[in-house]
């Protein structure tokens, strides 16, 4: 899923899903909290592991994330 081309979900090869602010305007935060977690390759872009019930705000839509499967910690 898509959201404004500056961010998305994502399923890693290991099951987790993560969510990914690639330089949104208002950005992303997951539990009220602002991704922070740097992905090495892209320096403006942020991600972080979802679990179970995390709350990812998009501006001033909330979403609550739950997956069919959990993955493997």
């Not at 899923?1 to 969510?19: I, S, T, Y």
């Not at 179970?52 to 998009?58: F, H, I, L, P, Y």
Request: zero cysteines; a negative charge; aromatic letters at 10%.
């Amino acid at each position: 899923m898509h959201f404004e081309r500056r961010g998305w979900f994502e399923r890693a090869a290991d099951g987790n899903w993560w969510v990914v602010d690639n330089g949104s305007t208002n950005g992303v935060s997951v539990n009220d909290v602002p991704l922070r977690r740097a992905v090495e390759s892209v320096p403006s872009r942020y991600a972080d592991i979802l679990r179970q019930g995390d709350r990812v705000q998009v501006g001033r839509v909330v979403l609550v994330f739950h997956a069919a499967e959990a993955a493997v910690e």
